[in-house]
Every structure is written in structure tokens, then in C-alpha cells.
């Protein structure tokens, strides 16, 4: 099993930056896909960032250019860099992982049923 726990979420001004963390433990070595989704009131969990055992990222075009998804394998620690922050990414971020990572030839393929792990959230909030 593998536990996962996020932190780093506040709130910013629209234009602003924040950078969220997903702390894991437990069975990492079999994890070889792991992500970034959001979900705001009312609507669908989204993904916005993905990253495999080699290093390969994939982002959705809503935040393509804006965010950055990265590890630290020392640390067993992801993190999702978020720059030019819109009020549209207000949502619960979660860090997500999985032992089999899909082939999306370069563009966004994830969705949600594509993880079997997931950490409780942390909130970002984005005011105009």
C-alpha cells in the first residue's frame, strides 16, 4: 500500500504562485505513474499533471506552460509548481499514483480511474 499526503495549498491572487507537496510512503517501488488532479464544487475530478518512473511529464493544455509536476526520489516527495495562477484553479488539489502508467503519445490521456492511490487533498484558492 502506499500513502500519500498533500500540503502546500492556500490562497493567492490571481496572477500568483504556490507550490503543493505530496509526501509518500509505504510501497513506492511499484508506483511508477503519479499525478495531479483537481476537483472544484460542483464539477469532475480533472487531472492536471502526470510524471513516470522516468522522468516523462504530460500536462492537459488548461494548465500546459503554467505548471510544472516534479519528484525529489530522495525525498519520496511530488510536487506540482503552479506559476500565473487563474481564479479557475480554485479546487481541492490531490496527488495520485499508480502502478501502471498509460501511454497518451503526448497528449492528456489520465483520468481518475487510471489511479489506484490517492491523498486526502489540500485546498488552493485563487481571488480576482
Known amino acids: 500500500q502506499v500513502q500519500l499526503v498533500e500540503s502546500g495549498g492556500d490562497s493567492v491572487q490571481a496572477g500568483g504562485s504556490l507550490r503543493l507537496s505530496c509526501t509518500a510512503s509505504g510501497d513506492l517501488y511499484s508506483m511508477l505513474v503519479m499525478g495531479w488532479f483537481r476537483q472544484a464544487p460542483g464539477k469532475e475530478r480533472e487531472g492536471v499533471a502526470a510524471i513516470d518512473s522516468d522522468g516523462e511529464t504530460i500536462y492537459p493544455d488548461s494548465v500546459k506552460g503554467r505548471f510544472t509536476i516534479s519528484k525529489d526520489n530522495a525525498k519520496n516527495t511530488l510536487y506540482l509548481q503552479m506559476n500565473n495562477l487563474k481564479p479557475e484553479d480554485t479546487a481541492m488539489h490531490y496527488c495520485?499514483?499508480?502502478?501502471?502508467?498509460?501511454?497518451?503519445?503526448?497528449?492528456?490521456?489520465?483520468?481518475?480511474?487510471?489511479?489506484?492511490?490517492w491523498g486526502q487533498g489540500t485546498q488552493v484558492a485563487v481571488s480576482s
Open positions: 495520485a499514483a499508480d502502478p501502471s502508467p498509460v501511454e497518451c503519445d503526448g497528449t492528456w490521456c489520465y483520468t481518475e480511474e487510471d489511479f489506484t492511490a
